[in-house]
T-cell receptor
Framework: QKEVEQNSGPLSVPEGAIASLNCTYS??????FFWYRQYSGKSPELIMS????GDKEDGRFTAQLNKASQYVSLLIRDSQPSDSATYLC????????????FGTGTQLKVEL | EPEVTQTPSHQVTQMGQEVILRCVPI?????FYWYRQILGQKVEFLVS????????KSEIFDDQFSVERPDGSNFTLKIRSTKLEDSAMYFC?????????????FGPGTRLTVL
């Protein structure tokens, strides 16, 4: 069973629409959840972190966490062509080395 | 805004050669990490480092790999005898804390090509 699962996409949305990206994880002791954006050939860029159940909003981005369902999502409102990238979900557990376990990422394409 | 830096951006080496990848973490961060990403694959954890010790390492991080903080600013990853399958992007990351809120910031990466 994969530790962090994401739909690889591509997910295509029109400019101005809401993009919804989903992620499930298998390790119930995961404590911290992150969304990274990765442009082709570039490094992961942290865009959101979430640690407790519910919603967390930051500008056009909203992260949602449901630990009971082992599910985390990212909503991007008013999607722009510059949002076109691969979005990586990452989880970690408290303690030890706090390694991040990444999903394979969802490719988002925002079309004009 | 502070950022993680890495050198070189691209390293080409022959199989069996040693390489050292260098990183300068964000200055007030205490926890350091190396990840790698083989082309077309997911980002994989290699090792975490705190207080001059390895905190955790993955199965990938075998005896051919080592890390070091030789001074107050640099953090290095050494691969003693490179293999073809070591070809990947290597990312350094750092975080301020390792307790619950563990936001890790990544450097731009070093592309390692083993011929």
């Amino acid at each position: 069973q994969k530790e962090v699962e994401q739909n690889s996409g591509p997910l295509s949305v029109p400019e101005g629409a809401i993009a919804s990206l989903n992620c499930t994880y298998s390790d119930r002791v995961s404590q911290s959840f992150f969304w990274y954006r990765q442009y082709s050939g570039k490094s992961p860029e942290l865009i959101m972190s979430i640690y407790s159940n519910g919603d967390k909003e930051d500008g056009r981005f909203t992260a949602q966490l449901n630990k009971a369902s082992q599910y985390v999502s990212l909503l991007i409102r008013d999607s722009q062509p510059s949002d076109s990238a691969t979005y990586l979900c990452a989880v970690s557990r408290t303690g030890g080395g706090n390694k991040l376990t990444f999903g394979t990422g969802t490719q988002l394409k925002v079309e004009l | 805004e502070p950022e993680v830096t890495q050198t070189p951006s691209h390293q080409v080496t022959q199989m069996g050669q040693e390489v050292i990848l260098r990183c300068v973490p964000i200055s007030n961060h205490l926890y350091f990490y190396w990840y790698r990403q083989i082309l077309g694959q997911k980002v994989e954890f290699l090792v975490s480092f705190y207080n001059n010790e390895i905190s955790e390492k993955s199965e990938i991080f075998d005896d051919q790999f080592s890390v070091e903080r030789p001074d107050g600013s640099n953090f290095t990853l050494k691969i003693r005898s490179t293999k073809l399958e070591d070809s990947a992007m290597y990312f350094c990351a750092s975080s301020r804390s390792s307790i619950s809120y563990n936001e890790q910031f990544f450097g731009p990466g070093t592309r390692l090509t083993v011929l």
